[in-house]
């Protein structure tokens, strides 16, 4: 093997997304050398740090917390206080209050962009090794540790790689681990707008034919908007006016907050789900969007991918090996029904409201109103999304 050795290192973390950062926040404490490769150079580069704003739970605050970066995030984070889950042409809404979970609020609307530089800012001020720009190229597996090849022909070795590279992820396809893809064949187009009325912390989903529409509460009673729209729609969709635009999204959410008026930029993200096939290999594991990329419509990737941060750090805490087969095993063990129940949560609501996809009738079937009026069925949902690992199950 040919290229420059840079050393050995206990991890080695590719992907410096919003999981491949917290990662490295979360393992600082235990003393281990950590090395972290991300593609793009940042701040600026990297594809986490786009116009969206991301909604963390209140499980994943209870993560951010002792890492020691809440109250920066807090900084720019505007408190959900309130859900509101209303499907158009039927009867019924659902509703979560703060006041109900005894909470402060359900979870928080952050500027990715926000979450991401603090992330890396604070992943700099720790002892781990920040290699970026720097891509993996190849990845050969040993007993004892692994060796990592970057694309200016660096080599590292590491007892443990966490493959925290996204959807896409470069180490499962070195791997050749098999991923399953379903393609949604919808997009969400995401920007932001301002309403006539004041949002009060109130984050808003409407299931319509077409999608969902999310209108979630922002700074300055400003809110983000995420659309989503089946997938042959969106070019004809982006290349709308603004004017057509905003009275499109005004027909579609109603008048709830009244007449929107000025709207952001738009991106469009078309939406599939990749599940890993597996969540470990010898001295690797995968954490994130490369373990499993799940639709936006419930807001539970990055608070699931911050589960799986959490429970590398706590495998780790009492491992000699970092990569043995039985620390593997354990965050397998652990992360399984976790994942399991959050993506088939996530599916479910898909395909529940969605004509395009043929699936399951749940909500839909027992209606929002039922929903809102049953107690544990509600409280298993609220603890779903509140990240506190509930049994929720919205097609029973
Ligand atoms: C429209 C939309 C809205 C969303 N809203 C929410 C929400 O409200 N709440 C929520 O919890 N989640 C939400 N999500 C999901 C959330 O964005 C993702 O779960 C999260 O960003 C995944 O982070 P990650 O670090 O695992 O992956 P990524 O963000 O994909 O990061 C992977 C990183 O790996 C790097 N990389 C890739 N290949 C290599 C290589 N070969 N070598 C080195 N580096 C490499 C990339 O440059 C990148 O920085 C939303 C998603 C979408 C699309």
Excluded at 151 to 175: C, E, I, K, M, P
Excluded at 238 to 261: H, I, K, M, P, Y
Excluded at 325 to 347: C, H, I, K, Q, S
Aim: proline share 6%; hydrophobic share 45%.
């Amino acid at each position: 093997m040919s290229g420059t050795a840079a050393g050995d290192c206990d991890v080695a973390i590719v992907g410096g997304g919003l999981v491949g950062a917290s990662l490295v926040l979360a393992l600082a404490p235990l003393g281990l050398r950590v090395a972290l490769i991300e593609a793009a150079a940042p701040p600026q580069g990297a594809p986490s740090w786009d116009e969206r704003c991301i909604a963390i739970n209140d499980g994943s605050r209870r993560i951010f917390e002792p890492l020691g970066v809440w109250p920066a995030l807090q900084a720019a984070a505007t408190p959900i206080t309130a859900t509101h889950i209303s499907e158009r042409g039927r009867f019924g809404v659902a509703r979560f209050t703060a006041q109900d979970a005894g909470l402060e609020a359900l979870g928080y609307n952050i500027p990715i962009r926000h979450l991401g530089q603090t992330l890396w800012q604070a992943a700099q001020r720790t002892a781990a090794r920040l290699i970026a720009p720097a891509r993996l190229t190849a990845l050969d597996l040993g007993s004892d540790a692994a060796t990592l090849t970057l694309d200016d022909g660096t080599l590292l070795r590491a007892r443990l790689v966490v493959a925290a590279d996204g959807a896409q992820s470069a180490v499962r396809r070195l791997l050749a681990i098999d991923a399953s893809s379903d393609d949604y064949r919808q997009s969400a187009i995401v920007t932001a707008v301002r309403p006539a009325r004041p949002h009060r912390g109130v984050a808003y989903e409407r299931f319509t034919e077409g999608g969902p529409i999310a209108v979630l509460p922002k700074p300055d009673d400003a809110c983000s908007l995420v659309w989503t729209v089946p997938g042959e729609r969106v070019d004809t969709m982006l290349a709308w006016s603004d004017a057509e635009f905003l009275a499109q999204a005004q027909e579609t959410f109603g008048e709830r907050l009244g007449v929107f008026r000025e709207l952001g930029r738009r991106t469009a993200y078309p939406l599939t789900r990749v599940m890993s096939a597996q969540l470990t290999a010898p001295r690797v594991l995968f954490a994130g969007n490369a373990a499993q990329s799940l639709h936006p419509v419930a807001a539970q990737g990055f608070n699931l991918g911050l589960r799986d941060v959490a429970a590398v750090a706590e495998v780790l805490t009492t491992a000699s090996d970092p990569g043995a087969p039985a620390t593997l095993a354990e965050y397998a063990r652990r992360r399984a029904a976790d994942r399991e129940r959050t993506a088939g949560f996530t599916d479910r609501l898909v395909r529940t409201f969605s004509n395009r996809v043929p699936g399951l009738r749940g909500l839909r079937h027992l209606g929002l109103l039922a929903l809102d009026l049953t107690p544990p069925l509600k409280d298993a949902v609220m603890r779903q999304n509140l990240g506190y690992g509930a049994t929720a199950s919205i097609d029973s």
